[in-house]
């Protein structure tokens, strides 16, 4: 979803979108957020464990703003606030 306004203020735009997440973990709980995250699963063994988050984006003068969430309208309260801000 892309937000971008025709108005004469500061140039801004706007866009919210899905990421792979890989909760930053080594099996050993190290958090250097490696891509092989993993967890030891009781009779199963090691499991890869990853979600998706939601991710905000803003540009406003050539500097971007991110906010990253699990809950979507979390990043689209965001987006708002940051529009409210911006708008002048």
């Known amino acids: 979803m892309m937000y971008n306004d025709g108005h ?12 792979l997440h890989n909760h930053g973990r080594r099996s050993n709980g190290s958090s250097d957020g490696n891509n092989c995250s993993l967890r030891r699963v009781k009779g199963v063994g090691m499991v ?3 979600g998706y988050r939601w991710v905000g984006e803003m540009t406003v003068n050539r500097k971007r703003y ?5 809950d979507r ?3 689209e309260a965001w987006i708002a606030d940051m529009r409210e801000k911006y708008g002048n």
Not at 8 to 19: H, L, M, N, T
């Open 48 to 50: 890869k464990v990853s």
């Open 66 to 70: 991110r906010c990253r969430s699990y």
């Open 8 to 19: 004469r203020g500061p140039a801004r735009s706007g866009c919210i979108y899905k990421e």
């Open 73 to 75: 309208s979390r990043v």
